[in-house]
């Protein structure tokens, strides 16, 4: 398998994984500094010095997979479920070992009665680790933004 289609396999897997819960597999797609942001301004480059929709980093992901498994949290009783439905990814460069795409997506995510439907594009950095990739960073870029969004429970 060439290095697009080895990455293209593992975003749609990604989501997959997301999709079923299935999250601690999915944190094996992950590197061991990988950052989890999404901008709250258009056109924001920085992460650390500006304010975010979110800005998770390893630990801060394991928190919220251990909160989203948990018996007792109230906010999940009943059960959040979460669709992906992604696009082709499109590599947009590739340097020595570090590949960058884009993703349009839509995301849907459903409890109960209320459904919420965010759509956007994800960034996606991935490395070569040994003989397989693993997600660097993610960056999120969601087109409503800048509106008042509802609480997202799982993740994008």
Same mark, same amino acid.
């Given at each position: 398998? $060439?290095?697009?289609?080895?990455?293209?396999? @593992?975003?749609?897997?990604?989501?997959? !994984? !997301?999709?079923? %819960?299935?999250?601690?597999?999915? !944190?094996? !797609? =992950?590197? $061991?500094? /990988?950052? &989890?942001?999404?901008?709250?301004?258009?056109?924001?480059?920085?992460?650390?010095?500006?304010?975010? =929709?979110?800005?998770?980093?390893?630990?801060? @992901?394991?928190?919220?997979?251990?909160?989203?498994?948990?018996?007792? /949290?109230?906010?999940? *009783?009943?059960? +959040?479920?979460?669709?992906?439905? @992604?696009?082709?990814?499109? @590599? /947009? +460069?590739?340097?020595?070992?570090?590949?960058?795409?884009?993703?349009?997506?839509? &995301?849907?995510?459903?409890?109960?009665?209320?459904?919420?439907?965010?759509?956007?594009?994800?960034?996606?950095?991935? /490395?070569?680790?040994?003989?397989? &990739?693993?997600?660097?960073? %993610?960056?999120?870029? =969601?087109?409503?933004?800048?509106?008042?969004?509802? +609480?997202? *429970?799982?993740?994008?």
């Amino acid at each position: 398998m $060439d290095d697009c289609a080895a990455i293209e396999s @593992l975003i749609y897997e990604e989501a997959r !994984l !997301l999709d079923e %819960k299935a999250f601690e597999d999915w !944190l094996a !797609l =992950l590197t $061991d500094d /990988v950052l &989890y942001w999404a901008p709250l301004k258009r056109g924001q480059t920085e992460d650390e010095i500006h304010n975010s =929709l979110f800005f998770e980093d390893r630990l801060v @992901l394991r928190i919220r997979i251990e909160r989203l498994n948990s018996p007792h /949290v109230f906010s999940q *009783q009943p059960p +959040s479920y979460c669709q992906h439905v @992604l696009q082709k990814p499109e @590599l /947009v +460069s590739s340097v020595g070992g570090t590949f960058e795409t884009r993703t349009p997506f839509v &995301y849907l995510e459903t409890q109960l009665d209320q459904q919420i439907v965010l759509g956007g594009s994800v960034h996606h950095q991935i /490395v070569a680790v040994e003989e397989t &990739y693993k997600i660097r960073r %993610k960056r999120i870029e =969601l087109l409503n933004r800048d509106a008042a969004l509802p +609480s997202i *429970q799982m993740l994008i």
